[in-house]
Structure formats: C-alpha cells, structure tokens
C-alpha cells in the first residue's frame, strides 16, 4: 500500500524504514533536503515540495504528518488545500485533541478524511513497533489498516501471537472512536506517563539518599537534625536495583529498562541538568480532569514537578527565604556543593 510522510525526524523516518520493510510505498518530505535523501537512499520516493509530495501519492491519497503540534494546524491546512475528495490526512504528532475535532469539522464538508493518531514507541518504534491510538471515520480507519498493522508491533509483550478475536487491541493499535478520540487516549497516555516517570525518580532519589547517616550534618537552626542516623548507612548501587527490578517485579516495565539503561552508562547522570520539558499532553490531560471533575493528583504533582525542574518555582522559592527572614531572622544556608 502507498503512504505518504510528511516530517522526518526521530519518529517520521524510522515509521518511514517499518513501512518499507513490510513492502509498502512511502512518498517522503521534509523542509531538509537531508532527510528526505537519506530515506530515497533506503527505497523511498522522495518529494522536493508539497506540492510535489501531493502529485507523487496515488488517489485516493493518504498523507501523514509527523510534525510538532505548534506548526501541524497550518500544515493540514496547506494540505489539504492540494487533496481532493476522498484523500485522508493523518495527524501523528501530539496535537490538542480539541484541535483535532475542529480540523474535522472543517475538512469533512470538502470531502476530506481527517484521522488523528496518538503515537506511542519513540525512538525504539522501528525494532519494537509503535502503539497507535487512532480517531476517525471508521472507512477511512479501515483502508488504512495495513499500514496501521505494519507500524503496531504485532504481539504482545510475552512474545505471543495476538488473539484476533479481541480485535486489533493486541496486536498494539486501536480505533478509539470519532476525530479526537485518539489524541485524547494518547493525552491521558503520556499524563500516566510523568506520573509514573515522576515514580521512578523520586523512589530512586530517596535510594540514593539512604546513606544520609553517614555524612556530617550541621547542627544549627537551619537544618533539620537526622534522629537516627543509623538507619541511613547505606550505599545503594542504584543501576543494580533498577536491574534487578527489571526482573520478576511487580513495577517492572519499559520505562524502568530504560532507567536501568541510563544508569548502567552513568550513575551519576552527570551529561543531564535535571531540566524536565513538557510538550503539552500533561497540561491537557488536567484540563480534561479539571472540567470533567475527575481527581488527578498524582498526575498533577508530575507536571508541576517539571515546571519546578525548570526554575518556575524559583521565585517563589526565595519568598519563602524572606518570609522566614523576616518573621524568624533566619538567614538562607548556601547551596549544598
């Protein structure tokens, strides 16, 4: 089957190399050059413009973008200027699944399939396949399902051949429902996905706090006095318990074999800076809490969490110095080197 990507980066090309591997067709482009000539190289069709790109797809096209939310709007936009009736865009990125319904809107009286699919497996999709959470009309979802059963992984995490009378679920992509509803699966997906990051990092940190008791602590009235030092004389090898939680575990999962991963090359982390990025799936998942009134205070504490990573608590921080001061005389101990 013939597809069109449109945006090579980290995910775009290597979901590029998994089509061409299971034999379909790929028209590529890029705004660099670079990109589009190393996937021509690799049995793609490349495309110097959109316009290209659009007159390199046979009807009835299907193009997918995979492209940062901030410039996908405009992108369908131009896209679909150039396709015609019957012609499916599909948005991979994280967009705003409000986005997503509001595109649909628009394009569904032209003529136009719109699809927005949440796109889970980074930089690791090419070897292990991508988890797709997909929204749509459910003709256009149907004649995409070859290429959706190429890019998913095709077996569950034993190894197992999937059972087929469960639907598509276990062989990692699934029709969520409407336009929206896969981005707003994907949403929540990567909302559990701080929270659990968040998990993991603070567990490990109070670890590698474990040999407090054996460090010289000041003994004025900043500092609060550690009552039983010897229940804190240990040094843990962090990298060996990630791996032996890798095993057996009952919190074993990917994203702890990547921790274990990252720790095994430098337990000290020391090429990071501890400033955490959101890309906005977070935000908009508490959205959806807030005005649907359900609890996410886990979730909440995980984002948050990244904005103080960042420095966004610094000011508030330093209030809290000068209330201290001011009510107390208590003046701020220096960093700890």
């Known amino acids: 089957m013939q597809i069109g990507m449109m945006g090579l980066g980290r995910m775009g090309a290597n979901m590029v190399r998994r089509l061409l591997k299971a ?14 000539a190393a996937l021509v190289k690799e049995g ?6 959109l316009e290209e790109f659009v007159s390199g797809l046979s009807r009835p096209r299907a193009a997918w973008l995979m492209l940062p939310a901030a410039i996908t709007g405009a992108n369908v936009d131009k896209l679909a200027g150039l396709m015609e009736k019957g012609d499916i865009i599909i948005d991979g990125g994280n967009s705003y699944y409000h986005d997503d319904v509001d595109r649909a809107a628009r394009l569904t009286p032209k003529g136009l399939n719109y699809l927005d699919v949440g796109t889970s497996g980074g930089v690791w999709g090419l070897e292990r396949g991508y988890c797709l959470m997909i929204g ?25 051949a999937p059972d087929k009378s469960q639907g598509t679920a276990p062989f990692g992509y699934l029709h969520c429902g409407p336009s929206g509803a896969g981005h707003f699966v994907k949403m929540v997906h990567n909302g ?34 550690l009552l039983h030092p ?8 962090l990298a060996a318990v990630a791996e032996v939680w890798r095993h057996g575990s009952v919190i074993s999962s990917w994203l702890l074999d990547l921790t274990a991963a990252a720790l095994r090359e430098d337990a000290a982390l020391g090429k990071f800076g501890g ?23 886990i979730l909440a ?6 904005f103080s990573s960042r420095g966004e608590s610094e000011f508030a921080d330093k209030l809290l110095s000068a209330m201290r001061y001011e009510f107390g005389g208590h003046v701020e101990k220096p960093a700890a080197k």
């Not at 070859?146 to 569950?156: E, M, T």
């Not at 010897?230 to 090898?237: K, P, S």
């Open 136 to 160: 749509g009309p459910d003709e256009a979802v149907k004649r995409l399902d070859p290429i959706f059963a190429a890019l998913a992984p095709g077996a569950d995490p034993s190894g197992e």
């Open 23 to 36: 034999g379909h067709e790929c028209v590529v482009y890029d705004v660099n050059p670079a990109a589009v």
């Open 230 to 237: 010897e229940y804190y004389r240990f040094d843990i090898d």
């Open 275 to 297: 400033r955490v990025s959101d890309s906005g799936e977070g935000r908009w998942t508490l959205n959806a809490a807030i005005e649907t009134g359900v609890p996410a205070n």
């Open 192 to 225: 559990i996905e701080y929270g659990v990051m968040a998990a993991y990092a603070e567990g490990m940190n109070i670890l590698k706090a474990a040999n407090a008791g054996e460090k010289a602590r000041d003994a004025d009235a900043e500092t609060t006095p």
């Open 44 to 49: 793609a069709i490349g495309a110097g413009s």
């Open 301 to 306: 504490a995980a984002l948050f969490q990244r």
